[in-house]
Structures are given as structure tokens and as C-alpha cells.
């Protein structure tokens, strides 16, 4: 373990968090390798850290004032064991290779717990899409796509959304795609409903990670009715956490995106849902809004880089971390725990730091780390893959069915495989020694590749 990350550390010095995303994975998985020889004569661990091939590429683009702009574009390829590349494409001021090689490195992992065939990529670029107009995000995705093209395809690479990646950046990458390939292929996922997209694809990874939170609270014999929940960020996953909440009974009375945070004591019901949804999906607003449209919620100004979130400092019982990485640092989570939260569900990836990590474990509370609580939204991605194979599209509730019994499935194998591993009811230890253990077989099946 210390040769790995020292190893990764000499190769790459710089890269903060995909040492933090190692360093986890070479912390959980020893029992795996102390039992498994040949794992550590094939040198799984060596090669799994590298990337199978990273691209790195500079997108021209024009502003709307004819200004030339120059992001630059990234796609790691990080394991190809079990499947195609899978992952999404996440377009942030703050995209460099650390962070995705980070996101790459747990996609693998996650991808494997799915059951599904595929393998782990992720990619991006460090384009800030807020305040642009749609004309410039469009420029913007077709530059992008005219190098990303020669690099994905169906069978090769299948990107999808992630921060700053919705329904409509897949749309202009897909109508690129498509021009300069001249095929009509599942090259993306997270496509819209009329030309290729799956149901439940939108709502897939909040409500992924609600289900794995009401699996983790059935080993106590509890269920979400009634439950008050802690949920950050207002995109996509917080969206949709928010919304299965609601309709499991429980209650989420926080939301916040990247200047600060709302708390609404008396719940985020249906209606202020929908508001939220129409402020930040189309008129892409920011979230102190909420507070204006209803005064009884208050809202405070945070940053990442502030001692503690107030956020997390609210008495409840369950938290879903839905914005970012490392958003519940040490202090965040002692103040969690003091405020009688027994449920953390990640539907960010990487949101708790390790001392965050190690704190909820001390603890002893259900704490589902994003790798296994997050993994709906790829789940549902592969089936939108299989959709688009078959050329069929399946109802709402056949994929609902799907990703709820997916979520179990993630959930039972994680507990099984952290008592098999000598750490029960720990589902960092569990998560990571079963996905890896499918890709180093896999790996192993296939030669030094
Ligand atoms: P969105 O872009 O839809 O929403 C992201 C939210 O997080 C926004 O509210 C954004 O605020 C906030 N945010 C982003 N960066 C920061 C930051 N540095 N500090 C504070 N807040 C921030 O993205 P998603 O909802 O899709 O993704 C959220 C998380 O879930 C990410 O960690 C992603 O990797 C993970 N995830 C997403 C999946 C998916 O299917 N979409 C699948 C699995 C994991 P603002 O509006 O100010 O930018």
C-alpha cells in the first residue's frame, strides 16, 4: 500500500485528489490483496492506477462579442477491463487532471458494482458554462466535439453529464457527434426522451442514492418516513434527491450551489421543488432566490474554502451530499454527528474528506460513500446503452424497477463483501473490495494488457 501511493506520488506529485481516491481504494482493499496472491504477482494494483490512455486537447471557441476564447478538454481512459469506457463529461472552472483522473479512478470501481458491462472513463474541461448565453455553450460543445470524436464511440467510449453537463450540453455534443460521424449511435448518455434518451435517466442518481440510504436504514429496521435529510447543491442530483424524499415521507430542508446555502425549516415540499427546478434549470438562477420567494427560509453566503459549512450544522437525521468533492471536511462532519445525523448518502462523488470519512466510521453510523450510494445515474446509463442497442425504450416503471433493484444489489454486495473482508457494516471497506475484486478478474482473464 505504501509502495502504490508512493508510486503515485512520485509519478504524478500534484495530483491531490486522485491520491485522496487511491489512497482510499489501496486503504480498503489489503484484505483482498493479503488473500490474493496473484493479484499482487500480476501487479493488479500497479496497473489499475494508470490510466489506460489520457487525451488532453485545446478547444478554440468565439464568445458572443467575437472574442476568441481557449479551454481545454480532457478524456481519461482509465480501465476498459469489464466494458467500454463509461463516465460523464463535467465542465467546471475548476476541471484539471487531478480532479478527473480522481472521478475516472471511482468510475471504474462503480461502474463494476452495477453488475453492468462497463468499464470507467471521465473527462471535461475547465469551460465555466454560468453566464454563458446558449450560443456560446453551443460553439463552445461543438469545438469540443471535434476532437472527442475521434476518440468515443458506442463500443469505445460512451461519455455522459456530470457538473455543468445537463440536457442541453449533451444535446449539442450529440448533434456534433453525429455530423461529423454521419451514425446515429447510444454515443452519449443522458440524451433527451425524443431521440434516445431513457426514462429515470434524469431523475436516476438522486433518486439512487435516496433508495440506498432506505436500504442502509433497513438494516435498523427504519424506513425515510418522517426522516428530516440535510442535502446540498441544486443541480441535477440534489434535484431529484429531493424529489424521492418528498415522496418517501421524509423531509430535506436545505439546499445550497456554489455561493451559499438555503434552510427552510418547514421542508422543501413539491411546489418549492418545482421552483427551484424552473430557477435553476431554465432561468439558471442562483439559490439565495428561494429565500426571496419564501421568506421564512434564510439563507447564508458560503465558500469551499470557509473553516466549516453551516450547511451541515442543522439538527437532522439523514445527509445526502450532492454537490461536490470534499464538501464535508473534519469539522463539518463532528458537527453532523452532534446534530444526531446516522445517515450519510453520497450522491457527489468524493463530497467527505478521509478525517470526515474516519469520523462517520468511528461513530459507527450508516455512512454510503458515493462509489456505491451515487451509482443510479451510470446504472441508468447502461440501460439507456442496452435501449439504444435494442432500439427500444422501456417504460418508467421497468427502469425505475431496474434501478431500485440495482441499488439493492449494490447495497447487499457491498455488506456481504465487508464481512467477507473482516470489517462488517463497513461500506467503504465493502464497496471498494467488490468492485475491485470483479476488475482485477477481469484484468487477470485478459493478460498483461
Ligand atoms: P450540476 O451541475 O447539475 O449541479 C452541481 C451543483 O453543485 C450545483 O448546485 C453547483 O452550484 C454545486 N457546486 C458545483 N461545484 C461546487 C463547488 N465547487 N462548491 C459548491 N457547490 C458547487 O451537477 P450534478 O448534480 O450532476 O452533480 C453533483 C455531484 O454529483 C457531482 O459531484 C457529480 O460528480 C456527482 N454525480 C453526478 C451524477 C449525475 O448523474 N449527474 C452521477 C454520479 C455522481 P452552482 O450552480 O453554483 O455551480
Not at 483482498?32 to 486537447?57: C, G, K, S, T
Not at 461502474?111 to 471521465?122: C, H, I, S
Not at 418547514?266 to 418549492?272: A, C, L, N, V, Y
Not at 427551484?276 to 427560509?297: C, F, H, S, T
Request: proline share 4%; hydrophobic share 40%.
Amino acid at each position: 500500500m505504501n509502495d502504490i501511493m508512493q508510486i503515485v506520488m512520485n509519478r504524478d506529485p500534484d495530483e491531490k485528489e486522485f491520491h485522496q481516491a487511491v489512497h482510499e481504494v489501496a486503504e480498503s482493499v489489503k484484505p483482498v490483496l493479503e488473500q490474493h496472491p496473484e493479484y499482487r504477482q500480476a501487479r493488479i494494483m500497479e496497473r489499475i492506477v494508470e490510466p489506460e490512455r489520457v487525451i488532453m486537447f485545446r478547444v478554440p471557441w468565439e464568445d458572443d462579442q467575437g472574442e476568441v476564447r481557449v479551454n481545454r478538454g480532457f478524456r481519461i481512459e482509465m480501465n476498459s477491463a469489464i466494458g467500454p469506457y463509461k463516465g460523464g463529461l463535467r465542465f467546471h472552472p475548476s476541471v484539471n487532471l487531478s480532479i478527473l483522473k480522481f472521478l475516472a479512478f471511482e468510475q471504474v470501481f462503480k461502474n463494476a458494482l452495477t453488475t453492468l458491462p462497463m468499464g470507467g472513463g471521465k473527462g471535461g474541461s475547465d469551460f465555466d458554462p454560468k453566464g454563458k448565453s446558449d450560443a456560446e455553450v453551443m460553439r463552445f460543445c461543438q469545438s469540443f466535439m471535434l476532437e472527442l470524436a475521434r476518440h468515443i464511440g458506442p463500443d469505445t467510449d460512451v461519455p455522459a453529464g456530470d457538473i455543468g453537463v445537463g440536457a442541453r450540453e449533451i444535446g449539442f455534443l450529440f448533434g456534433m457527434y453525429k455530423r461529423i460521424r454521419n451514425e446515429f449511435t447510444g454515443v452519449l448518455t443522458g440524451k433527451s426522451l425524443g431521440w434516445g434518451g431513457s426514462l429515470i435517466r434524469p431523475e436516476a442518481t438522486g433518486y439512487g442514492a435516496v433508495y440506498f440510504a432506505a436500504e442502509m436504514l433497513s438494516t435498523r429496521h427504519e424506513t425515510l418516513a418522517g426522516k428530516t435529510c440535510l442535502v446540498s447543491g441544486s443541480g441535477n442530483v440534489a434535484q431529484y434527491t429531493c424529489e424521492k424524499l418528498i415522496e418517501l415521507g421524509a423531509k430535506a430542508v436545505t439546499l445550497s450551489d456554489s455561493s451559499g446555502y438555503i434552510y427552510d425549516e418547514e421542508g422543501i415540499d413539491s411546489s418549492k421543488l418545482d421552483f427551484v427546478m424552473q430557477l435553476k434549470n431554465v432561468r439558471r438562477g442562483r439559490i439565495r432566490e428561494y429565500a426571496e420567494k419564501y421568506p421564512q427560509a434564510i439563507y447564508k453566503e458560503v465558500s469551499l474554502a470557509d473553516d466549516f459549512n453551516p450547511l451541515w450544522d442543522h439538527p437532522a437525521d439523514c445527509a445526502f451530499p450532492s454537490a461536490t468533492q470534499n464538501e464535508i471536511n473534519g469539522k463539518d462532519a463532528q458537527n453532523l454527528v452532534n446534530n444526531g445525523v446516522y445517515v450519510i448518502s453520497e450522491g457527489a462523488n468524493m463530497p467527505s474528506t478521509p478525517d470526515a470519512i474516519d469520523i462517520f466510521l468511528d461513530a459507527g453510523i450508516l455512512y454510503g460513500l458515493g462509489k456505491a450510494a451515487n451509482a443510479g445515474g451510470v446504472a441508468v446509463s447502461g440501460l439507456e446503452m442496452s435501449q439504444n442497442s435494442q432500439r427500444l425504450s422501456w417504460s418508467r416503471e421497468e427502469v425505475d424497477g431496474y434501478l431500485h433493484r440495482i441499488m439493492k444489489s449494490i447495497h447487499s454486495t457491498s455488506l456481504e463483501a465487508a464481512e467477507r473482508y473482516g470489517s462488517p457494516g463497513n461500506y467503504v471497506v465493502g464497496a471498494n473490495c467488490a468492485g475491485f475484486v470483479k476488475v482485477a478478474n477481469a484484468m487477470l482473464d485478459q493478460g498483461l494488457v
